[in-house]
């Protein structure tokens, strides 16, 4: 393990998160040398930290997978079924039916999501 000083000079051990950093910053140095410009560019964009920890709140709160899943379902089931309805009776759809479906099957994942959680306490099945 490497050695680090401290602001007195005496030597400490470099803490686990910061070898993580240090080893992410190389990872990431040495994949980016492989890559065009524009790649590079985009790389920095991605792996930027606020961005990142913005991402996996989001990925952890509203962006879940489940959520997601009922939300595209649903959407496409209620579309699909108030198509043919409006067709066969002659109506014209404004176009944000697909939008509020998806919202309403999103808020149901949600719901289905959370109280999974909340019976499970979060473990995996």
């Given amino acids: ?17 910061s070898r993580a950093a240090q080893s992410f910053a190389t990872t990431m140095h ?7 410009r524009p790649a590079r560019a985009w790389s920095h964009l991605i792996h930027w930290r606020p ?5 996996n709140a989001l990925g952890i709160t509203v962006a879940r997978p489940n959520a997601i899943l009922y939300g595209s379902v649903v959407s496409i089931c209620v579309t699909l079924s108030m198509y043919l309805i409006a067709k066969h009776y002659g109506y014209t759809l404004s ?11 999103w808020v149901i994942g949600i719901v289905i999501d959370y109280t999974h959680l909340l019976i499970t306490g979060g473990r995996k099945r």
């Fill in 51 to 55: 961005l990142d920890i913005a991402s």
């Fill in 30 to 36: 040495q994949a980016r040398t492989h890559m065009r």
């Fill in 95 to 105: 176009g944000s039916e697909s939008l509020v479906a998806f919202a309403i099957g």
């Fill in 1 to 17: 393990m490497k050695k680090q000083l401290t602001s007195t000079g005496s030597p400490r051990q470099a803490s686990p998160s």
